[in-house]
C-alpha cells in the first residue's frame, strides 16, 4: 500500500535541542540551508548538508549516515522536502517546525562559520 499523504509529526525547536543536545546526543542537527546562510548562522553544534545538494543525490555526510537525524533550515519549509527525501532512502529523519527563525527567537544560540555570534540570513 503506498500512502500518498504520509503526515510525520514535526518537532518544535525546544524537542530538536533536546534530541540533539545531550551527551552523547540523540541525534543529529542536520541543517539543509544553503552554503550562504550556513555561513551566516547555524546552530552550534550542527551538520550542514545543502537541501540543493542532497536533491542532487548527494550523499550525507558520513559523521551522521545511520543516526537519526534532526532536520532543519531557515522557516520549515525546505526541512520537511528534506526529512521526506532522507526518510525515503530509509533515514531515521524528522523535521524543525520554524526552522532557524524559531531556533533564534528561542534564544538558542547561533554561530557563524568562525564560531562568532551568527544571524539567521
Not at 3 to 16: F, H, I, M, Q, S
Not at 28 to 34: G, I, M, N, P, T
Not at 76 to 83: I, L
Request: hydrophobic share 45%; aromatic share 4%; net charge neutral.
Amino acid at each position: 500500500m503506498f500512502l500518498v499523504n504520509r503526515k510525520t509529526p514535526r518537532l518544535t525547536v525546544a524537542e530538536a535541542r533536546t534530541r540533539t543536545g545531550g551527551d552523547p546526543p540523540e541525534a543529529v542537527l542536520l541543517d539543509v540551508r544553503e552554503k550562504p546562510e550556513w555561513r551566516a548562522g547555524h546552530a552550534p553544534d550542527a551538520v550542514h548538508a545543502p537541501m540543493t545538494a542532497l536533491a542532487a543525490g548527494a550523499s550525507l555526510p558520513a559523521a551522521v549516515r545511520g543516526r537519526a537525524l534532526v532536520v532543519i533550515c531557515r522557516s520549515g519549509h525546505r526541512s520537511q522536502q528534506a526529512e521526506r527525501l532522507l526518510a525515503g532512502q530509509g533515514a531515521d529523519a524528522v523535521d524543525v517546525e520554524g526552522g532557524m527563525n524559531a531556533w533564534a527567537a528561542a534564544g538558542y544560540p547561533v554561530v557563524d562559520e568562525r564560531g562568532n555570534s551568527g544571524s539567521i540570513a
